[in-house]
Protein backbone atom coordinates (compact mmCIF):
# COMPACT_ATOMS: atom_id res chain seq x y z
CA UNK A 1 0.00 0.00 0.00
CA UNK A 2 1.78 3.02 -1.29
CA UNK A 3 1.21 6.92 -2.38
CA UNK A 4 3.56 8.68 -4.26
CA UNK A 5 3.34 12.56 -5.22
CA UNK A 6 4.91 14.66 -7.86
CA UNK A 7 4.54 17.33 -9.67
CA UNK A 8 6.03 19.76 -7.52
CA UNK A 9 8.47 22.21 -9.04
CA UNK A 10 9.74 26.10 -8.47
CA UNK A 11 6.98 28.82 -10.09
CA UNK A 12 6.86 31.90 -10.06
CA UNK A 13 3.94 33.99 -8.38
CA UNK A 14 0.37 33.57 -10.52
CA UNK A 15 1.74 30.68 -12.26
CA UNK A 16 0.34 27.25 -12.42
CA UNK A 17 1.33 23.44 -11.40
CA UNK A 18 -0.75 20.09 -11.30
CA UNK A 19 0.63 17.51 -8.55
CA UNK A 20 -0.11 13.83 -9.32
CA UNK A 21 -0.90 11.40 -6.54
CA UNK A 22 -0.30 7.24 -7.85
CA UNK A 23 -1.93 4.56 -5.61
CA UNK A 24 -0.27 1.35 -5.56
CA UNK A 25 -1.59 -1.33 -3.30
CA UNK A 26 -5.63 -0.38 -3.44
CA UNK A 27 -7.57 1.79 -5.13
CA UNK A 28 -9.11 5.18 -4.75
CA UNK A 29 -12.67 3.84 -5.22
CA UNK A 30 -12.65 2.83 -1.80
CA UNK A 31 -10.94 5.81 0.03
CA UNK A 32 -11.50 9.50 0.55
CA UNK A 33 -8.85 11.26 -0.60
CA UNK A 34 -7.11 14.62 0.58
CA UNK A 35 -4.10 16.71 -0.37
CA UNK A 36 -2.36 18.33 2.53
CA UNK A 37 0.33 20.65 2.64
CA UNK A 38 3.21 21.77 5.60
CA UNK A 39 4.98 25.15 5.17
CA UNK A 40 8.56 25.85 6.78
CA UNK A 41 7.87 26.37 10.71
CA UNK A 42 3.80 25.35 10.19
CA UNK A 43 1.92 22.73 11.37
CA UNK A 44 0.58 20.57 8.16
CA UNK A 45 -3.05 21.70 7.02
CA UNK A 46 -5.57 20.31 4.80
CA UNK A 47 -6.19 21.82 1.52
CA UNK A 48 -8.53 19.59 -0.43
CA UNK A 49 -10.65 16.71 -0.24
CA UNK A 50 -12.80 14.62 -2.51
CA UNK A 51 -15.12 12.22 -1.22
CA UNK A 52 -16.07 8.67 -3.45
CA UNK A 53 -19.40 8.34 -0.73
CA UNK A 54 -20.71 11.23 -1.27
CA UNK A 55 -18.96 12.45 -4.80
CA UNK A 56 -18.45 16.05 -3.36
CA UNK A 57 -15.06 17.62 -3.15
CA UNK A 58 -13.98 20.36 -0.30
CA UNK A 59 -11.47 22.99 -0.31
CA UNK A 60 -9.65 25.38 2.62
CA UNK A 61 -10.29 28.41 2.45
CA UNK A 62 -7.21 29.82 1.42
CA UNK A 63 -7.35 27.72 -1.99
CA UNK A 64 -10.86 27.93 -3.30
CA UNK A 65 -11.04 29.10 -6.17
CA UNK A 66 -7.47 28.37 -7.08
CA UNK A 67 -6.73 25.05 -6.69
CA UNK A 68 -8.96 21.57 -8.27
CA UNK A 69 -9.15 18.22 -7.16
CA UNK A 70 -9.82 15.35 -8.89
CA UNK A 71 -9.66 11.66 -9.65
CA UNK A 72 -8.21 9.41 -13.05
CA UNK A 73 -10.16 6.44 -12.24
CA UNK A 74 -8.09 4.37 -14.80
CA UNK A 75 -4.77 5.54 -13.74
CA UNK A 76 -5.79 5.15 -10.13
CA UNK A 77 -4.18 8.77 -9.70
CA UNK A 78 -5.30 11.95 -7.94
CA UNK A 79 -4.72 15.37 -8.91
CA UNK A 80 -4.46 18.72 -7.56
CA UNK A 81 -4.71 21.33 -10.43
CA UNK A 82 -3.22 24.89 -9.06
CA UNK A 83 -3.77 28.10 -10.35
CA UNK A 84 -2.60 31.56 -9.65
CA UNK A 85 -0.13 30.47 -7.22
CA UNK A 86 0.88 33.07 -4.71
CA UNK A 87 4.58 32.66 -2.10
CA UNK A 88 2.29 31.45 0.58
CA UNK A 89 1.36 28.54 -1.19
CA UNK A 90 5.18 27.45 -0.92
CA UNK A 91 4.83 23.72 1.05
CA UNK A 92 5.73 20.34 0.67
CA UNK A 93 2.48 18.84 -0.06
CA UNK A 94 1.26 15.61 0.76
CA UNK A 95 -1.37 13.33 -0.14
CA UNK A 96 -3.70 10.50 1.86
CA UNK A 97 -6.30 8.35 2.19
CA UNK A 98 -8.77 7.86 4.66
CA UNK A 99 -11.80 5.95 5.03
CA UNK A 100 -14.51 7.67 3.89
CA UNK A 101 -17.42 6.49 5.92
CA UNK A 102 -15.43 7.90 8.58
CA UNK A 103 -14.49 11.02 7.14
CA UNK A 104 -18.10 11.91 5.67
CA UNK A 105 -20.07 11.11 8.86
CA UNK A 106 -17.53 13.12 11.32
CA UNK A 107 -16.84 15.22 8.60
CA UNK A 108 -13.41 15.54 8.91
CA UNK A 109 -12.89 16.48 5.20
CA UNK A 110 -9.41 18.32 6.06
CA UNK A 111 -8.15 16.63 9.21
CA UNK A 112 -4.92 15.62 8.80
CA UNK A 113 -5.98 12.80 11.88
CA UNK A 114 -9.16 11.09 9.37
CA UNK A 115 -6.56 9.81 7.45
CA UNK A 116 -4.54 6.51 7.39
CA UNK A 117 -2.25 6.34 4.06
CA UNK A 118 0.43 8.82 3.74
CA UNK A 119 2.81 9.63 0.59
CA UNK A 120 6.20 10.96 1.04
CA UNK A 121 5.39 14.58 -0.42
CA UNK A 122 6.36 17.13 -3.09
CA UNK A 123 7.82 20.10 -2.68
CA UNK A 124 5.99 22.78 -4.07
CA UNK A 125 7.74 26.71 -3.74
CA UNK A 126 6.24 29.83 -5.53
CA UNK A 127 8.90 32.69 -5.83
CA UNK A 128 7.21 36.44 -5.86
Known amino acids: VQLVESGGALVQSGGSLRLSCEAS????????IGWFRQAPGKEREGVSC????????YYADSVEGRFTISLEVAKNTVYLQMNNLEPEDTAIYYCAAGDPWTIGTMKTYLDQSAYDIWGQGTQVTVSS
Open 50 to 57: FSQREDTT
Open 25 to 32: GFTFDDYA
